[in-house]
């Protein structure tokens, strides 16, 4: 279908000043031009359509007024709000700001707003989700389902256009955006080995979350390509430094003979194993090995710094935040899984791998 550019001229302005709340009718007279072009010059998905002249002179106009959209009348008119809702399990993680700052890129380009929720509890989650719904949201991202999560069972029933980022639905009904766990593993795992360590323990994340799960099978998949046998595996309760800290002062008291690697689900599980094994007077990398997972911000600053997994969070949440647009669109036919590679960042607190290997 060929497009056409708007080549209309504006005509006198109207210097009169309008008496109520600004209205897209008093921008068209403001500019001196049909109402049909102030609403396509002021639609970021058709302004292209809009001459340079007639934009600029809209622009100036809607300016000088103090021009403010109506999304309430927009919405009565076109059935959505072009508001999409994203949950959060802890906006305090770094992980996700990164993630949101995809996602708000993504729906900026599109005029889009983006409201978001922090759900630390999971019996907030459908509360908030029924809120969302009651703001008339066209869609949500979602970063806090957990494995087997009725909150999918009711966003499915209700109908709602829903993403999962960071997080994969089991079951399929959801589409989702992710990052591959078991390749982060294999990762980790391969370089602690060409490293000269073979016994490798882990420090898993919350089994209750797909992340945790994938992560502790990616590990454990690792160590049978390797022929190794895990030296330890704790689940942490929560993706937290205090959290690491237990699991590895646990994973410490269960052998005489410390590990030469651990694995970690997160950084700031990473950070807790610091704590750990400082006081249990072990140095790392020395004693033992360290490796991260995220790459979060900082951890580079740390000493000693940390080796870890990076993950590419802000295309995370773009992709998610595309992955509901062509879905709101109708130009997504079924569920689908975008998995994005990961990377190993190597620092110090892995040792230097034996120059014989790095050369092999």
């Known amino acids: 279908m060929k497009t056409f550019k708007v080549t209309e001229t504006p005509r006198s302005p109207s210097t009169t000043e309008p008496a109520g709340p600004v209205t897209i009718r008093d921008v068209a007279r403001a500019a001196g031009v049909h109402l049909s072009t102030v609403s396509r010059a002021l639609d970021p998905r058709r302004r292209a359509a809009v001459s340079a002249e007639v934009l600029e002179a809209v622009e100036q106009a809607a300016r000088r007024l103090g021009y403010?959209?109506?999304?309430?009348?927009?919405?009565?008119?076109?059935?959505?709000?072009?508001?999409?809702?994203?949950?959060?399990?802890?906006?305090?993680?770094?992980?996700?700001?990164?993630?949101?700052?995809?996602?708000?890129?993504?729906?900026?380009?599109?005029?889009?707003?983006?409201?978001?929720?922090?759900?630390?509890?999971?019996?907030?989650?459908?509360?908030?989700?029924?809120?969302?719904?009651?703001?008339?949201?066209?869609?949500?991202?979602?970063?806090?389902a957990s494995r087997e999560d009725p909150l999918v069972d009711f966003?499915?029933?209700?109908?709602?256009?829903?993403?999962?980022?960071?997080?994969?639905?089991?079951?399929?009904?959801?589409p989702s955006v992710v990052s591959d766990d078991r390749l982060a593993m294999k990762l980790a795992v391969d370089h602690v080995v060409r490293t000269g360590c073979e016994r490798?323990?882990?420090?898993?994340?919350?089994q209750s979350l797909p992340t945790g799960l994938g992560r502790l099978q990616g590990f454990e998949q690792a160590l049978r390509d390797r022929g190794l046998r895990s030296a330890g595996v704790v689940a942490c309760e929560s993706y937290s430094r205090e959290a690491?800290?237990?699991?590895?002062?646990?994973?410490?008291?269960?052998?005489?003979?410390p590990p030469e690697a651990v694995v970690c689900s997160n950084d700031l599980v990473a950070l807790g194993a610091y704590d750990a094994l400082q006081a249990a007077g072990l140095r790392v990398p020395t004693d033992v090995?360290?490796?991260?997972?995220?790459?979060?911000?900082l951890v580079d600053m740390v000493n000693p710094s940390l080796t870890t997994i990076r993950l590419p969070h802000r295309e995370l949440g773009w992709r998610a935040a595309q992955l509901?647009?062509?879905?709101?669109?109708?130009?997504?036919?079924?569920?689908?899984?975008?998995?994005?590679?990961?990377e190993l960042v190597v620092r110090n607190s892995t040792r230097p791998v034996p120059p014989t290997d790095s050369l092999a």
Request: with cysteine; aromatic share 2%; charged share 15%.
């Open 68 to 144: 403010r959209p109506n999304r309430a009348a927009s919405a009565l008119r076109t059935g959505r709000t072009h508001t999409i809702g994203v949950l959060v399990p802890d906006i305090t993680n770094p992980v996700f700001p990164p993630i949101l700052q995809g996602i708000e890129a993504c729906a900026a380009a599109r005029g889009w707003f983006v409201m978001v929720a922090n759900v630390a509890a999971s019996a907030l989650a459908r509360p908030t989700v029924e809120r969302m719904l009651a703001q008339q949201v066209d869609g949500i991202v979602l970063a806090i």
């Open 155 to 174: 966003i499915v029933g209700a109908g709602l256009h829903a993403v999962m980022v960071n997080r994969a639905d089991e079951s399929g009904r959801l």
């Open 200 to 206: 490798i323990a882990h420090l898993a994340g919350p």
């Open 244 to 257: 690491g800290r237990l699991a590895m002062t646990q994973l410490l008291a269960q052998s005489a003979k």
């Open 289 to 297: 090995a360290v490796t991260g997972h995220n790459d979060m911000p």
């Open 324 to 342: 509901l647009f062509d879905g709101l669109d109708g130009r997504q036919m079924s569920p689908a899984t975008v998995v994005l590679r990961p």
